[in-house]
């Protein structure tokens, strides 16, 4: 049997050190031993975007990168996108638009579209569509997402597009 390999990384601003064996996903690691279990496995292959996460500020399918590959590095999930109990704009503005059903797409929607409000914070809808191609939803339809999603832009303080 393979020898479990010792990673350490920084996981939503927190340094952290876990084992894991060689063929373990980062997304697998995230869920089972560091119990963050809001990244979803929605399809294990990279195309759903449920498992969308930043690894040093760039997102990344969790479900493709191997635990061993966070030695180092910094990684972002949904639970870091909250400051203690007081949700960020983002969050709130799912809730008040109802851009959430089954909540399977919804981390990683969020993950997405704070890593195009961090690095555009004026985005126009056409931006925000592209930015959230790689996030697949059955439940929403998009619109209500991308309206959240430009909502709280003015709210952060960005001018409406």
Do not use: W
Request: negative net charge; aromatic residues 2%.
């Amino acid at each position: 049997m393979a020898r479990k390999s010792h990673v350490s990384t920084i996981v939503n601003g927190e340094p952290i050190e876990f084992l894991c064996d060689p063929p373990q996903t980062l997304l697998e690691v995230l869920r089972e031993e560091l119990q963050l279990t809001g990244t979803k496995e929605g399809c294990g292959t990279g195309d759903c975007g449920a498992c969308t996460i930043t690894l040093d500020g760039r997102l990344a399918c969790a479900c493709l990168v191997l635990a061993v590959e966070a030695e180092g590095r910094s990684i972002g999930t949904v639970e870091g996108i909250a400051s203690g109990e007081h949700l960020h704009p983002l969050q709130k503005k799912f809730l008040e638009e109802a851009a959430l059903q089954c909540g399977v797409c919804t981390p990683g929607l969020l993950v997405a579209a704070k890593a195009l409000l961090d690095r555009n914070p004026q985005p126009t809808e056409q931006e925000v569509r592209y930015a959230l191609a790689g996030n697949l939803c059955r439940c929403t339809g998009y619109d209500k997402v991308v309206r959240a999603v430009l909502d709280a832009a003015v709210e952060i303080g960005g001018e409406s597009p």
